[in-house]
T-cell receptor, first 112, second 109 residues
Framework: DAMVIQNPRYQVTQFGKPVTLSCSQTLNHNVMYWYQQKSSQAPKLLFHYYDKDFNNEADTPDNFQSRRPNTSFCFLDIRSPGLGDAAMYLC???????????FGPGTRLTVT | DQQVKQNSPSLSVQEGRISILNCDYTNSMFDYFLWYKKYPAEGPTFLISISSIKDKNEDGRFTVFLNKSAKHLSLHIVPSQPGDSAVYFCAARDDKIIFGKGTRLHILP
């Protein structure tokens, strides 16, 4: 049974057109994370929510925003996607900060 | 600057033999190390971990060794099986978890 669900699995957007990726979890975990992974690179943490507290990584571009309307859902908004934003976006959850993370299958974003 | 380094992008091992995946790190404040396994079209899944106060942790066919003085850890899989073919990520924790780039393991029949 899926525990961390990401929709859609594949997303194509146009240069500069806002796009939203979604993540939901059935684990009731407190923490939700968004990672960006480019080809042959390490997953890079963009930000995380601990409950409703938002924590942005220092080097995350302003173009990337996130929303967590409730425990189960978290969204990644890219306001004006550039070609360099094409990547796999991974959502993860954990019960507490720095405890084991459970990943979703990812959304592969293509920017045309 | 990479704090967690997996210097081998890929590794091929004969089925039944031992697979050894290596990982080096630079931050002596890391207190916990993890290995994740990733199949195509799936997210990474947790495999095994080790605390910095230990030098070995074993779980079935998987053993992780930690050498703190060398800032090096390794994952041993023995015997290797076809289902072990995947990308393996080394990760380390201080105030957050930092991943390496991954090593693609191919198990040859």
């Amino acid at each position: 049974d899926a525990m961390v669900i990401q929709n859609p699995r594949y997303q194509v957007t146009q240069f500069g057109k806002p796009v939203t990726l979604s993540c939901s979890q059935t684990l009731n975990h407190n923490v939700m994370y968004w990672y960006q992974q480019k080809s042959s690179q390490a997953p890079k943490l963009l930000f995380h929510y601990y409950d409703k507290d938002f924590n942005n990584e220092a080097d995350t571009p302003d173009n990337f925003q996130s929303r967590r309307p409730n425990t189960s859902f978290c969204f990644l908004d890219i306001r004006s996607p550039g070609l360099g934003d094409a990547a796999m976006y991974l959502c993860a959850t954990s019960r507490a900060l720095n405890s084991q993370q459970y990943f979703g299958p990812g959304t592969r974003l293509t920017v045309t | 600057d990479q704090q967690v380094k997996q210097n081998s992008p890929s590794l091929s091992v004969q089925e039944g033999r031992i697979s050894i995946l290596n990982c080096d790190y630079t931050n002596s404040m890391f207190d916990y190390f993890l290995w994740y396994k990733k199949y195509p079209a799936e997210g990474p899944t947790f495999l095994i971990s080790i605390s910095s106060i230990k030098d070995k942790n074993e779980d079935g066919r998987f053993t992780v060794f930690l050498n703190k003085s060398a800032k090096h850890l390794s994952l041993h899989i023995v015997p290797s099986q076809p289902g072990d073919s995947a990308v393996y990520f080394c990760a380390a924790r201080d105030d957050k978890i930092i991943f390496g780039k991954g090593t693609r393991l191919h198990i040859l029949p």
